[in-house]
Nanobody, 126 residues
Framework: DVQLRRLGEGWVQAGGSLRLSCQASGRTFSSYVAGWFRQAPGKEREFVGSITWSGSTRNYGDFVKGRFTISRDNAKNTVSLQMNKLNPEDTAVYYC???????????????????WGQGTQVTVSS
């Protein structure tokens, strides 16, 4: 199994940037497809993006529109989410997640991820 630990959270003004990271422990993280999701109050958990184990393929939710970038450092067992041009609609709890080993591609579906971090509050003020 793999455990995911959040690194960083925060508050930022509209138009600003924030970087979230998630560190994995347990089994070798480099074999896991990783993803980021977010959940705003009263809304369902929403796909932000995913990255394959090699980092060669990244997919993003439609709302990202080039503002966010997912990266990973397998040597450090971390996956990061760089968020730029944030707006108040980006306010949510952000979760990192990982699929079961053996899956080579990311997925936008919550049910396809087995391992979850505890969530990080991101607040964007107008």
């Amino acid at each position: 199994d793999v455990q995911l630990r959040r690194l960083g959270e925060g508050w930022v003004q509209a138009g600003g940037s924030l970087r979230l990271s998630c560190q994995a422990s347990g089994r070798t993280f480099s074999s896991y497809v990783a993803g980021w999701f977010r959940q705003a109050p009263g809304k369902e958990r929403e796909f932000v993006g995913s990255i394959t184990w090699s980092g060669s393929t990244r997919n993003y939710g439609d709302f990202v529109k080039g503002r966010f970038t997912i990266s990973r450092d397998n040597a450090k067992n971390t996956v990061s989410l760089q968020m730029n041009k944030l707006n108040p609609e980006d306010t949510a709890v952000y979760y990192c997640a990982a699929r079961e080993p053996g899956y080579g591609l990311g997925s936008p579906l919550v049910k396809d991820y087995r391992y979850w971090g505890q969530g990080t509050q991101v607040t964007v003020s107008s």
